[in-house]
């Protein structure tokens, strides 16, 4: 029998069948009850039902999962696969083939292989575009499908079919995966001068060393300013957070308070032998920006040593305790919240209808309005309100036609076979017409006003392209900021 179940049924068995009313804890003999209940409904169906019940999918997809649910969307069971998992990722070791790819609706296309990896010495290339993988057509998969299908390929060896440009017949690769470190700082370079930039895609137990890395490559205190862009970062290791926050804060000042129903209340602070930097700093987010992302903007932001830009984050301020049950699972529960150094909630009110919370976790705070150290006014009630709100500008129909046509790939592709760039390379005029004809071909043929008022922006997206093929993709990413506004916006703030 599923050992789960048994030992639920032994708990049963082992309620007392009457009690001295006086003995009777009524919280105990509540929960006494249910698990009769759970038990009975259990046996029930394995006996009767028309079909037979698979009992691990009834407790670890149905009675467990269902109540959790009832508690916040962020409380979780791990069946044995999910928790390894879990154990992998905190690692921050993952399975992969070494390939950067651009996915556009129905089609996949190799942006940069990295070197020693599976995808170069199989022999892929920039430019290459993968038409199946064990089998799947990419064409016939919308958007949403294609990262799963690439998720599930770099656990298992893998079957290739691709197209090269260039190249008439197909090419077939086989590529098997292999462990592979993540950094969690991806890019550091320069965007103005003496100003540098770092982008910090999630915190783990080696973050804070990578950003203190990164500084140091950029030119540490000498340094006039910094950008942190923690856009689209989930978060990760709470001490990761507060390990990156010392690196800029003063010591003793507090970075996060934690309080929970049975947490005792602690507080971090910045250890007293820390010797932060002094330059000028501005840090980035969205609405993807949660955690242990907002731990550290929040920190900032409150003791005036940062400015935020961007849109409001994500607000997930919930601590997260995970808790290793029998068969290798785990549950991963609500505990605590978090808290910023001027008393904030980073926790988003969850919906109390939804969710039978107590008040303190469904209304996190009872004010709205709290100081940082200079006195400036900021907003709680969940996430990180920036203190200058950035749009990214709104898309139009040419430039979706032209990522959803991946043009600006093909073109960098074709262009790169017969001509060679540097890094002091810029577009042409030339080769803006080059490009022009080249969409002609293709049967897009924007207006003249419409090519005008988007020339600056296909002029970027070009370089970008170029520069993803010929030198790698961090250094399409440092031409790509120059035409991204909350850079730009973060630049201007520095000075």
């Given at each position: 029998?599923?050992?789960?179940?048994?030992?639920?049924?032994?708990?049963?068995?082992?309620?007392?069948?009457?009690?001295?009313?006086?003995?009777?804890?009524?919280?105990?003999?509540?929960?006494?009850?249910?698990?009769?209940?759970?038990?009975?409904?259990?046996?029930?169906?394995?006996?009767?039902?028309?079909?037979?019940?698979?009992?691990?999918?009834?407790?670890?997809?149905?009675?467990?999962?269902?109540?959790?649910?009832?508690?916040?969307?962020?409380?979780?069971?791990?069946?044995?696969?999910?928790?390894?998992?879990?154990?992998?990722m905190?690692?921050?070791?993952?399975?992969?083939?070494?390939?950067?790819?651009?996915?556009?609706?129905?089609?996949?296309?190799?942006?940069?292989?990295?070197?020693?990896?599976?995808?170069?010495?199989?022999?892929?290339?920039?430019?290459?575009?993968?038409?199946?993988?064990?089998?799947?057509?990419?064409?016939?998969?919308?958007?949403?499908?294609?990262?799963?299908?690439?998720e599930?390929?770099?656990?298992?060896?893998?079957r290739?079919?691709?197209?090269?440009?260039?190249?008439?017949?197909?090419?077939?690769?086989?590529?098997?995966?292999?462990?592979?470190?993540?950094?969690?700082?991806?890019?550091?370079?320069?965007i103005?001068?003496?100003?540098?930039?770092?982008?910090?895609?999630?915190?783990?137990?080696?973050?804070?060393?990578?950003?203190?890395?990164?500084?140091?490559?950029?030119?540490?205190?000498?340094?006039?300013?910094?950008?942190?862009?923690?856009?689209?970062?989930?978060?990760?290791?709470?001490?990761?957070?507060?390990?990156?926050?010392?690196?800029?804060?003063q010591?003793?000042?507090?970075?996060?308070?934690?309080?929970?129903r049975?947490?005792?209340?602690?507080?971090?602070?910045?250890?007293?032998?820390?010797?932060?930097?002094?330059?000028?700093?501005?840090?980035?987010?969205?609405?993807?920006?949660?955690?242990?992302?907002?731990?550290?903007?929040?920190?900032?932001?409150?003791?005036?040593?940062?400015?935020?830009?961007?849109?409001?984050?994500?607000?997930?301020?919930?601590?997260?305790?995970?808790?290793?049950?029998?068969?290798?699972?785990?549950?991963?529960?609500t505990?605590?919240?978090?808290?910023?150094?001027?008393?904030?909630?980073?926790?988003?009110?969850?919906?109390?209808?939804?969710?039978?919370?107590?008040?303190?976790?469904?209304?996190?705070?009872?004010?709205?309005?709290?100081?940082?150290?200079?006195?400036?006014?900021?907003?709680?009630?969940g996430?990180?309100?920036?203190?200058?709100?950035?749009?990214?500008?709104?898309?139009?129909?040419?430039?979706?036609?032209?990522?959803?046509?991946?043009s600006?790939?093909?073109?960098?592709?074709?262009?790169?076979?017969?001509?060679?760039?540097?890094?002091?390379?810029?577009?042409?005029?030339?080769?803006?017409?080059?490009?022009?004809?080249?969409?002609?071909?293709?049967?897009?043929?924007?207006?003249?006003?419409?090519?005008?008022?988007?020339?600056?922006?296909?002029?970027?997206?070009?370089k970008?392209?170029?520069?993803?093929?010929?030198?790698?993709?961090?250094?399409g990413?440092?031409?790509?900021?120059?035409?991204?506004?909350?850079?730009?916006?973060?630049?201007?703030?520095?000075?």
């Amino acid at each position: 029998m599923f050992r789960l179940t048994l030992s639920l049924l032994v708990c049963a068995s082992m309620l007392p069948a009457q009690a001295n009313p006086a003995q009777v804890n009524p919280a105990q003999d509540d929960l006494d009850k249910q698990l009769r209940s759970i038990i009975g409904a259990y046996s029930i169906a394995a006996a009767n039902a028309a079909d037979p019940v698979n009992a691990e999918q009834a407790f670890y997809s149905g009675a467990i999962p269902a109540m959790l649910r009832k508690l916040d969307p962020h409380s979780v069971f791990f069946d044995p696969g999910q928790f390894d998992q879990l154990k992998r990722m905190e690692s921050s070791t993952a399975k992969g083939f070494g390939s950067v790819v651009s996915i556009l609706p129905g089609r996949v296309i190799v942006l940069q292989t990295l070197e020693g990896t599976p995808s170069q010495k199989a022999g892929l290339a920039p430019g290459d575009e993968i038409l199946a993988i064990n089998g799947y057509v990419i064409a016939t998969l919308d958007i949403e499908q294609l990262p799963q299908l690439l998720e599930q390929s770099r656990q298992q060896q893998a079957r290739l079919d691709v197209r090269r440009p260039g190249v008439p017949s197909l090419m077939h690769f086989t590529l098997t995966p292999e462990e592979m470190q993540s950094p969690s700082v991806d890019r550091a370079f320069f965007i103005g001068a003496g100003v540098g930039y770092i982008r910090v895609t999630s915190f783990d137990e080696k973050t804070a060393q990578q950003v203190k890395a990164a500084i140091e490559k950029l030119g540490g205190d000498r340094l006039a300013g910094l950008v942190i862009d923690l856009r689209n970062n989930p978060g990760g290791v709470l001490t990761a957070a507060t390990q990156t926050a010392s690196l800029f804060l003063q010591p003793g000042m507090k970075i996060v308070t934690v309080r929970g129903r049975h947490v005792p209340e602690t507080t971090e602070a910045v250890p007293s032998i820390a010797t932060p930097y002094g330059f000028k700093l501005a840090v980035l987010m969205n609405e993807k920006s949660a955690s242990a992302s907002e731990i550290l903007s929040g920190a900032l932001q409150d003791h005036d040593r940062a400015t935020i830009l961007g849109v409001p984050s994500f607000g997930k301020g919930l601590v997260q305790s995970v808790f290793p049950l029998t068969q290798n699972t785990g549950l991963a529960l609500t505990t605590a919240l978090y808290y910023t150094p001027s008393g904030r909630s980073i926790q988003k009110p969850l919906d109390a209808a939804r969710f039978e919370l107590g008040g303190a976790t469904a209304h996190p705070n009872k004010q709205s309005e709290f100081r940082t150290d200079k006195g400036r006014i900021v907003t709680g009630g969940g996430g990180i309100q920036p203190d200058i709100v950035v749009y990214l500008p709104a898309t139009n129909r040419l430039r979706m036609v032209l990522d959803a046509s991946a043009s600006f790939t093909n073109f960098a592709t074709d262009y790169l076979r017969t001509h060679k760039i540097d890094a002091d390379f810029e577009v042409p005029g030339e080769l803006l017409d080059q490009f022009r004809v080249f969409l002609t071909e293709r049967e897009i043929r924007p207006g003249l006003a419409e090519w005008l008022g988007e020339r600056e922006f296909v002029t970027n997206r070009l370089k970008t392209e170029l520069f993803n093929q010929a030198f790698g993709v961090e250094k399409g990413d440092e031409v790509e900021a120059q035409r991204d506004p909350v850079i730009l916006k973060a630049l201007e703030i520095i000075g």
